[in-house]
């Protein structure tokens, strides 16, 4: 009875357990265990625990979403081993037990509130990680909206394919990425399938869709991406968000499907949504050579400001893409909008290449042959080039503008190796020696833009970076193979771990390594040979020798960056660490 008595006197004297106080709930205060903690498994304890690490206590949270991860994977075990156990009895009309409806009930509530509290962290590391290189949504007004009432909010479609593409940079939520965007996708439809009026296109539809193509063409659901790109492309071309800027000539079925825009910043927002989709299907038409569905001459919006202007609401002045092709000062054009224009190069002469048909037949005239490849020659002498402000340096070190530059480049080498598949045999000497020249030197700068951004997180690049990685790796491959050359190999070993890191992160990078080897069989082995065999070389040196090879080494590197290593973390520092350096290689 003492025994008892002892007892009680603890229980009652004991405060509730955290899990009831959070809750609510009657605590029974038993040891170890209460009956609440028991029946749902949490861990039971009372009070805060003494002597606790202040590093201890920053990481609670981290430890928190842990345990609540593992208690719903238990729950969600629980639940398929009873409806594994019913399917084996075979008894279709038999009802679950209380204690199988509550597991389900709890999983659901708890796997729903855990998605909650991931959505509202995600969409801050979305405007850290991808709106900088994805600038389609106003950051402050969509922050604003999201603590408005519930119908005010932004609709979860949207908000869950933001996050999909956030998840890959978070540690705690990078696993929640496929179910984001599942639940993405299934929103969204169900929302286009309740309501298939044409009045009633939303902005936030196609910002959806267009999210959605990115993420699918980032982790290799390449079908998908275009698909969605199209999808995106219709909602924006109904929205009339193509002739933003132009008369209202009433000749459109839903000319005020989105009414007239409240102010400057919600017009942009309008602009920039056009010209991401534009991008999305003219990198569509690039990389299958197929017809795009936007027509330029179309085209009556103007090209977006830069991502400071539009996140300050500092109205500016631009121009559209027709004025902008033959405009002899660009000082006015951000980095978003000369991507714009290198790309639209870029495609209108793949698009003149492809219709050249080669006359190469037994039949076909002297003059005739003679007149395509001079053709083909004039299309290759004009090269695109960045404006003066925007090149690095001493242009700005953000994702946006390191990629206005990288794809600049890359245009001018997709260019030049579509005009040698077409007429490669029957180009002039001097003319293959001066596109290799003009490949070569694009390359070049694209290895030395990475190696000056090599430590940045991976997270920050452009999605579309990994395609530029590619194509100067397949130059330098290609040189290298033919000519040997120590330089060249060192920089196509970058190149490829280059790709080889991206694809920790996505799987386009993996399709595009395995292009490569590929279109150019044995290169990564022979890499790997050349690799041990100059190994074995310094082994086999004295220690006089293995000075003078590598000072020779350094001396053929005088003129480029040091190479920092890739960083995998959070931090992002946009200062270069040699300036300098580039300055005089570029």
């Known amino acids: 009875m003492a025994d008892l008595g002892t007892a009680d006197t603890r229980s009652s004297g004991r405060m509730a357990c955290a899990f009831c106080r959070k809750r609510k709930l009657r605590c029974d205060r038993q040891l170890p265990k209460c009956e609440s903690c028991q029946r749902f498994e949490y861990e039971c304890e009372y009070g805060p625990r003494k002597g606790l690490a202040r590093k201890e206590q920053k990481s609670s949270p981290v ?44 999983w659901d ?57 956030a998840a890959p940079a978070s540690s705690i939520y990078s696993s929640l990425r496929e179910t984001l965007y599942q639940s993405a996708r299934k929103l969204l439809q169900d929302f286009e399938l309740n309501d298939q009026s044409l009045d009633k296109v939303t902005l936030p ?11 699918e063409m980032l982790h290799g659901f390449i079908q998908r991406s275009l698909m969605s790109t199209s999808r995106a492309v219709r909602l924006v071309q109904m929205m009339r968000l193509h002739r933003v800027d132009a008369p209202n000539l009433n000749r459109d079925p839903i000319p005020d499907a989105l009414g007239v825009p409240k102010d400057w910043t919600e017009t942009e927002e309008r602009r920039r ?16 050579g197929w017809p795009t569905l936007i027509d330029s001459r179309d085209i009556r919006t103007f090209l977006p400001v830069s991502n400071e202007a539009y996140e300050n609401s500092t109205e500016l002045v631009t121009m559209f893409l027709s004025d902008s092709k033959n405009a002899q000062d660009a ?71 390191i990629f206005a530059n990288m794809g ?26 001066r596109s290799g020249a003009q490949c070569m030197e694009a390359a070049n700068a694209i290895a030395q833009l990475m190696k000056l951004t090599s430590h940045w997180d991976l997270h920050m690049f452009h999605p579309s970076t990994t395609f530029c990685l590619y194509a100067a790796a397949s130059v330098y491959g290609g040189t290298w193979i033919t000519e040997p050359d120590i330089l060249k190999e060192d920089t196509l070993r970058f190149l490829i771990e280059a790709l080889q ?63 920092l290593p890739f960083d995998d973390g959070t931090d992002w520092n946009m200062e270069d660490p040699d300036t300098a350096s580039v300055a005089r290689f570029l």
């Open 205 to 215: 539809q196609a910002q959806t869709w267009l999210l959605i193509s990115t993420y």
């Open 63 to 106: 430890r928190r979403l842990e345990d609540r991860l593992g208690r719903l994977e238990r729950l969600l075990s629980q639940t398929k081993n009873r409806q594994a156990s019913e399917e084996e009895k075979r008894c279709p009309a038999s009802e679950p037990s209380g204690t199988g409806k509550d597991a389900v009930v709890e």
């Open 273 to 288: 949504l056009f010209w991401a989709t534009f991008l999305m299907d003219r990198y569509a038409g690039i990389s299958m």
């Open 501 to 563: 890191k991206f694809c920790k992160i996505t799987k386009l990078s993996e399709i595009l390594l395995e292009a490569i080897e590929e279109e150019l069989p044995g290169l990564l082995d022979q890499l790997k040979g050349s690799q041990t065999a100059a190994i074995g070389l310094q082994m086999t040196m004295n220690d006089s020798q293995v000075q003078a090879h590598l000072s020779a080494r350094d001396f053929r590197h005088t003129e480029t960056i040091d190479v």
């Open 408 to 433: 600049s480049r890359a245009a001018n080498i997709v260019v030049h190796q579509v005009a040698m598949i077409q007429a490669g045999k029957v180009l002039s000497v001097e003319c293959l020696q």
């Open 109 to 165: 509530a708890e796997l729903s509130l855990f998605i909650a509290n991931a959505v509202r962290e995600l969409e801050h590391v979305y405007f850290v990680y991808v709106h900088p290189s994805l600038s389609i949504i106003h950051p402050s007004r969509y922050l604003l909206l999201v603590n408005l009432d519930e119908h005010l909010q932004p609709p979860d479609f949207l908000r869950h394919a933001m996050c999909a593409l």
């Open 331 to 401: 000082y006015s054009l951000s980095s978003f909008a000369a991507t714009i224009l290198s790309v639209e190069c870029c495609y209108s002469r793949i698009q003149e290449l492809q219709r050249l048909e080669p006359l190469m037949g037994p039949t076909a005239l002297h003059s005739d042959i003679w007149t395509r490849v001079s053709q083909i020659e004039s299309l290759l002498e004009s090269t695109f080039h960045i404006p003066p402000h925007l090149s690095v340096p001493p242009g700005k070190l953000d994702p946006s503008t």
